[in-house]
């Protein structure tokens, strides 16, 4: 992790609270001035898109935005002040309603998106019990499955239609993560045979690094309300090219320099056999 990513999410996790059960969150108006929100009343409409956005997600902001009441001390006397207690999860989707132009907003949107995606994978019961490399790639190539066929239908909505359209699409997220190289350029990196699908000869960090690629492409297509198959292309390179920069902020190893690993088939294959024994 280089210097500056350590400086970020030191800022971030020096505010955090925990509450009486030990659940994490962090108070909105601490939040505010480290997202360059100096007022508050600013800040309050970057709030309400984010409450917007995690309605539409998961149907409820109950669990990730706590409205709370707080005493605060002014001069001699004492008010009462609002919050609201964000989850990690609302601080990512604060994160993303607010303003671009922000550095503070771009520095948050990378931290809370990874540590985000990394929670959600490392709080699932099934990838806790996984120990071997094998099983993390099959859980993970399995959740990539899911979620490509997520962003399908996200593309799809968005104006990208017939098969080629798609396939222009996905290399655009390629291109992004992998420095330029499309599918046909990463096959030929990985020294795969005619025929081999890439996905299926990935390790589990190459695997959760397009695992991260397609579910924040397929968020913010829909976010974003994209139409048109050029914009569509152009946000999917724009999601690649961000999870490329975060694996190079924490000094992770390129996508396209990770070993070929062997092929998916033949892992599922061997658990078919252990499990007839």
């Known amino acids: 992790m280089n210097e500056l990513t350590k400086e970020v999410a ?5 505010i955090k609270h925990f509450d009486d ?3 994490e969150f962090w108070s909105a108006r601490e939040l505010a001035p480290y997202l360059g929100y100096k007022r508050w009343e600013n800040f309050l409409e970057v ?26 001390k002014a001069g001699f006397t ?24 922000k550095p503070e907003i771009a520095q948050a949107q990378t ?17 806790q019990a996984l120990t071997s490399e094998e099983s993390k790639r099959l859980f993970l190539r399995e959740e990539l499955r899911r979620h490509n066929a997520k962003l399908a239908d996200a593309a ?3 104006g990208v239609e017939t098969p080629l359209d798609y396939a222009v699409f996905q290399n655009f997220g390629y291109k992004g993560l992998y420095n330029g190289l499309t599918a046909q350029g990463i096959h030929k990196k990985k020294g795969l045979k005619k025929g081999q699908n890439i996905l299926d000869h990935m390790g589990s960090t190459e695997l959760a690094a397009n695992l991260f690629r397609a579910t924040q ?60 024994e």
Do not use: W
Request: some cysteine.
């Open 10 to 14: 030191s800022l971030f996790e020096s």
């Open 21 to 23: 059960s030990g659940v």
């Open 47 to 72: 709030l309400e898109k984010a409450k917007q956005a995690c309605k539409s997600s998961v149907g409820t902001i109950l669990n990730d935005f706590r409205d709370v009441t707080k005493i605060v």
């Open 78 to 101: 004492e008010k009462p002040t609002q919050d609201i207690e964000l989850t990690r999860y609302a601080c990512y989707l604060v994160a993303q309603n607010g303003d671009p132009r």
């Open 111 to 127: 931290y809370f998106a990874i540590q985000t995606r990394y929670a959600e994978i490392q709080q699932m019961e099934e990838y």
């Open 156 to 158: 799809h909505d968005a």
């Open 217 to 276: 492409a397929e968020e913010k297509i829909r976010r974003e309300h994209i139409k048109g198959k050029d914009k569509a292309n152009e946000a999917h390179y724009e999601v690649g090219k961000k999870v490329r920069k975060a694996i190079a902020d924490i000094g992770g190893t390129m996508p396209e320099d990770l070993p070929t690993a062997e092929s998916i088939k033949q892992v599922e294959a061997k658990q078919r056999n252990l499990l007839e």
